[in-house]
């Protein structure tokens, strides 16, 4: 039982590039949810699904994208990187508790 | 809107002390409360967790009891170990499925 997959681990972007953060869970959890993790910030939850086809907003979603076309897979899209978007970035899911998975470190130069 | 307010830290302690991390709560529903902890390189684990008042949490030697009339939910253990060194975040979670952090407390432990 895998859990909660990201990739990639780390990444390291220039300014202006796009890219996806890959999330997955064999969980057959129905909500997910991306958070990121800044120093003295905590985690702050950028957008979360409660299920195929629906997302939400969360306390930071500007400059991320998400969409949910299965229940497994809950995808994290940066259009035009910026480096206030230097972090480390968490898919979750719930079932029972909350399962996170490990990050990925993202570095914008 | 919902908030967690959590001792910053760092906090260093030598083995065998007496730990606790005080967490404090602000909710407009009856919270669910949680305690989750980050070793170095990895993700959150759920450590513990209380769903109603008085109820307490606890796992590893780690503790905290739901008080709902100070709104607090503050981690204790009796004897750290140099393997308890992590970064410890305070949450909750009032219905919906959003999960609201502390800004989390790092705890070095020395030998």
């Known amino acids: 039982n895998a859990g909660v997959t990201q990739t990639p681990k780390f990444q390291v972007l220039k300014t202006g590039q796009s890219m996806t953060l890959q999330c997955a869970q064999d969980?057959?959890?129905?909500?997910m949810s991306w958070y990121r993790q800044d120093p003295g910030m905590g985690l702050r939850l950028i957008h979360y699904?409660?299920?195929?086809?629906?997302?939400d907003q969360g306390e930071v979603p500007n400059g991320y994208n998400v969409s949910r076309s299965t229940t497994e897979d809950f995808p994290l899209r940066l259009l035009s990187a910026a480096p206030s978007q230097t972090s480390v970035y968490f898919c979750?899911?719930?079932?029972?508790?909350?399962?996170f998975g490990s990050g990925t470190r993202l570095t914008v130069v | 809107g919902d908030s967690v307010t959590q001792m910053e830290g760092p906090v260093t302690l030598s083995e065998e002390a007496f730990l606790t991390i005080n967490c404090t709560y602000t909710?407009?529903?009856?919270?669910?409360l949680f305690w989750y902890v980050q070793y170095p390189g990895e993700g959150l684990q759920l450590l513990l967790k209380?769903?109603?008042?008085?109820d307490k949490g606890s796992n590893k030697g780690f503790e905290a009891t739901y008080r709902k009339e100070t709104t607090s939910f503050h981690l204790e253990k009796g004897s750290v170990q140099v393997s308890d060194s992590a970064v410890y975040f305070c949450?909750?979670?009032?219905?919906?499925?959003?999960?609201?952090f502390g800004k989390g407390t790092k705890l070095t432990v020395n030998p």
């Open positions: 209380a769903t109603k008042a008085d």
């Open positions: 699904s409660v299920g195929a086809g629906i997302t």
């Open positions: 909710a407009t529903g009856y919270p669910s």
């Open positions: 979750a899911s719930r079932g029972y508790g909350y399962t």
């Open positions: 949450a909750l979670s009032v219905g919906s499925e959003k999960l609201v």
């Open positions: 969980m057959n959890h129905e909500y």
